[in-house]
């Protein structure tokens, strides 16, 4: 059984920076697919950014060029580090991991960015 914890949210000012872990328990982690997703108040959760299995990362627009997604498979864990922060950007952010035949989701950490 695949479980994720997602940790590092908090509140912090427009144009700072914070980052956000998901370690991960199971034995597929460290060849899985992973992203990160986010769902702000009254809107559908969105996808954010994902990582594969092989190091490429890929990037929803609205974030290209200020968050950085990276993992460390010797922790099991993925970062997204996250710069330049708007009011835009508060939501809660959710891990995904694709598995084989369905995909794992972790409990969400609340980010807000708010002066």
């Known amino acids: 059984q695949v479980q994720l914890v997602e940790s590092g949210g908090g509140l912090v000012q427009p144009g700072e920076s914070l980052r956000l872990s998901c370690a991960a328990s199971?034995?597929?982690?460290?060849?899985?697919?992973m992203a990160w997703y986010r769902q702000a108040p009254g809107k559908q959760r969105e996808w954010v950014a994902i990582?594969?299995?092989?190091?490429?990362?890929n990037y929803a627009d609205s974030v290209q060029g200020r968050f950085t997604i990276s993992r460390d498979n010797a922790k099991s864990t993925v970062y997204l580090q996250m710069s330049s922060l708007t009011p835009e950007d508060t939501a809660v952010y959710y891990c995904?991991?694709?598995?084989?035949?369905?995909?794992?989701w972790g409990q969400g950490t609340q980010v807000t960015v708010s002066s």
């Open positions: 995904r991991l694709y598995g084989s035949s369905r995909s794992y």
């Open positions: 990582i594969t299995s092989s190091n490429r990362p």
């Open positions: 199971g034995s597929i982690v460290n060849i899985a697919n």
